[in-house]
């Protein structure tokens, strides 16, 4: 994960497990797919990229909640 001397982001690949939930701005709550994610890390949030149909979504959860989703395995890291 970047830090204030090292401010590069770092991007794992995973898939998500379980519930995934984040909110679209101020609208309600949605669910990231199971299957692979591309997670960025960044000092203060983990931004989540997943494939759709013919693009991608993203979606920015705040760090704390992703150590969650890590802990709870609805975000599994791959080796």
């Given at each position: 994960m970047s830090t204030?001397?090292?401010p590069t982001p770092i991007t794992r690949q995973a898939r998500?497990?379980?519930?995934?939930?984040y909110r679209l701005g101020d609208g309600p709550?949605?669910?990231v797919p199971?299957?692979?994610v591309e997670v960025t890390l960044a000092a203060t949030d983990a931004t989540l990229t997943w494939a759709v149909d013919e693009g991608r979504q993203s979606a920015?959860?705040?760090l704390h909640e992703y150590q969650r989703?890590?802990?709870d395995r609805a975000i599994v890291l791959d080796a």
């Open positions: 204030p001397g090292n998500v497990a379980g519930a995934v939930k709550m949605c669910k199971p299957g692979p920015a959860v705040p989703m890590l802990r």
